[in-house]
Each structure stands twice: as structure tokens, then as C-alpha cells.
């Protein structure tokens, strides 16, 4: 990565905590249309299919604990780790009523857990452009803390979705959420805005080159019409 990219995504992570943390990360979410409040719904819904009972599930960006909180319903235990205190102190009061979970302050590059700990692990809804982060460094990471028959779960938007995801930016925009939408630079599943947020996706043949690195059976499949996932066994 040169300088001036990384420069960018230092940014752009910087960006996350200073506009969209805590209860603005919950508004983002409040103000959803429609259809893409059923692309939610379908992400969490798939990861519901792939818990066991038993199971210990991490999930690396948990934000104000929206998918925990339906976990929790069927995992063991759920623990949440983030990188933005205001989200971790949103997610304590917003999960207060529910046991079954942990969170803490930590970096998905260098996860504070030994080898082999959890049955599932999740970065979803787009995190893995969204850490603005190597990709290959979260999976390996990830890999790494998920035990041996243990699964990575990792989720883009579909392309096909683009015209729903860019609806819901604009009126995170309007909502003063994130800055007025660059339609000039705008465009093939890249959303920047004039503040300096930039959106990006992987697509199918972005993963597939990222996950032919690591020597690990893995599948990409749809969800909802809306949805890339991305499923690893280790």
C-alpha cells in the first residue's frame, strides 16, 4: 500500500469514530429503507443457520451490538470486539438486558485471544472494506482464533444491490450522518463522499484471487439477492 492510501484509510478510520459511532451508528441503521432493512435481517438470518448450540462466536467490528444481540439468542457465548469506545459503551446499555456475552476494545489485526478459541467467527456486512485494513491480514487473523473445523464468515454486498446500498447513503447524507455524496467520483460499487468517506466492496473475483493466498476450503454464495458471502472452514 503507498503513502498516500494509506493515508486515506487512516482517514477513513478515524472518519468512523469521530461520525459514525455509538448512537449515530445506531441512526444509520433507524433510518434503513425497506429493502435494506431486509438485507439485514437476511445476513443475520444466515449466520443464525451456521450456530450451533455450544457454539462461541466472535464477531470483529460489533459496533452497538445489533448482531449480537440476536446471537445471543442461540450461541453459548458471543463476544464482540470493536475499536471505537463509544460503540463498546453504546453496546454495553444496549445489551444490558441479555447474558451470554462479552465485549472489549480491540484491534481485528492483532485479536488478544490465544489459538483456537472460538467455533465461529464474523466480520460481516462489509466489513472487510470497511476496517479499511489488509483483507489478507484480518482472514489470517481470523483463521487463527477459530478453531480447527471452525468457520470464518465474512459478507459484501451483492453488485446487484448497488442501487439499494446507494439510496441508503443518500440519505444517511441528508440525515448529516456522513457528507454530501461526490457523484463524480461515485460509481462500479465505490460510494465518496465530499468529506472524504469512501465506500468500497469486494467483488466474487476480488475474493477469489484474496482467498487463493491461504491454502483453506472456502465457498462464495448469495444471500437474499443482496449479499457475498464469504464462508471458511478451517
Do not use: H
Not at 37 to 45: F, G, S, T, V
Not at 189 to 202: E, M, S, W
Amino acid at each position: 500500500m503507498d503513502s498516500k492510501s494509506q493515508r486515506r484509510d487512516n482517514s477513513e478510520k478515524e472518519y468512523y469514530s469521530r461520525r459514525l459511532s455509538g448512537g449515530r451508528l445506531k441512526q444509520v441503521y433507524d433510518i434503513a429503507p425497506p429493502r435494506v432493512r431486509q438485507y439485514l435481517l437476511a445476513e443475520i438470518d444466515e449466520i443464525l443457520k451456521q450456530i450451533k448450540t455450544g457454539d462461541k462466536v466472535l464477531e470483529l467490528g460489533c459496533g452497538y451490538g445489533r448482531v449480537m444481540a440476536a446471537l445471543a439468542e442461540k450461541a453459548a457465548s458471543v463476544t464482540g470486539i470493536d475499536s471505537s469506545i463509544e460503540n463498546l459503551k453504546f453496546a454495553s446499555k444496549f445489551l444490558s438486558p441479555r447474558e451470554k456475552f462479552r465485549l472489549l476494545a480491540m484491534n481485528a489485526l492483532f485479536l488478544g485471544f490465544a489459538d483456537n478459541i472460538f467455533d465461529l467467527t464474523l466480520a460481516i456486512q462489509n466489513s472487510i472494506s470497511a476496517f479499511k485494513i489488509p483483507p489478507e491480514k484480518l482472514i489470517a487473523e481470523s483463521l487463527r482464533v477459530t478453531k480447527p473445523g471452525g468457520k470464518i464468515l465474512l459478507s459484501t454486498y451483492c453488485e446487484k444491490f448497488w442501487e439499494e446500498r446507494l439510496e441508503w447513503f443518500v440519505l444517511q447524507s441528508k440525515a448529516g450522518l456522513v457528507g454530501e455524496i461526490d457523484w463524480e467520483k461515485t460509481g462500479q460499487g465505490v460510494i465518496v463522499c465530499k468529506d472524504g468517506f469512501r465506500a468500497t466492496t469486494l467483488s466474487e473475483r476480488q475474493f477469489n484471487l484474496l482467498l487463493k493466498q491461504f491454502d483453506i476450503r472456502y465457498r462464495l454464495y448469495e444471500v437474499d439477492g443482496s449479499s457475498l458471502f464469504c464462508e471458511l472452514t478451517k
